[in-house]
């Protein structure tokens, strides 16, 4: 599955930016990891296709993420931004008929298979 991500940009503390990923096939579950200069990749979210989120505590009332099961699609609304968001955030999918994972397991990397190109958010103070 490749993925194309989308939507990364500039805004000020306290805005809101929305990210995109569209993947060529299906998939059993998306997420949204994010790494920033200097420390390793974080998940921020994920969605499960048959339903059920996970959040980084840090984001946790701030962000949503959704999906688009007709589109293969998956969004991250993002508001309340803080500096310290400041990264590049990566769409990433685990396969079709992978349905089998609990919640938890897919703030893991190793649950994915296929990663996007990344797209830059800044978030300015």
């Known amino acids: 599955v490749q993925l194309q991500a989308s939507g990364g940009g500039f805004v000020q503390a306290g805005g809101s930016l929305r990210l995109s990923c569209a993947a060529s096939?299906?998939?059993?579950?998306m997420a949204w990891f994010r790494q920033a200069a200097g420390k390793e990749r974080e998940a921020v979210a994920a969605?499960?296709?048959?339903?059920?989120?996970v959040y980084a505590d840090s984001v946790k009332g701030r962000f949503t993420i959704a999906r688009d099961n007709a589109e293969n699609s998956v969004y991250l609304q993002m508001d309340g931004l803080r500096p310290e968001d400041t990264a590049i955030y990566y769409c990433?999918?685990?396969?079709?008929?992978?349905?089998?994972?609990?919640?938890?397991?897919?703030?893991?990397?190793?649950?994915?298979?296929?990663w996007g190109q990344g797209t830059l958010v800044t978030v300015s103070s």
């Open positions: 969605v499960r296709w048959r339903g059920g989120t």
């Open positions: 096939g299906r998939t059993s579950a």
């Open positions: 990433a999918a685990r396969d079709a008929g992978r349905y089998g994972i609990i919640l938890s397991q897919l703030r893991v990397q190793d649950a994915y298979e296929s």
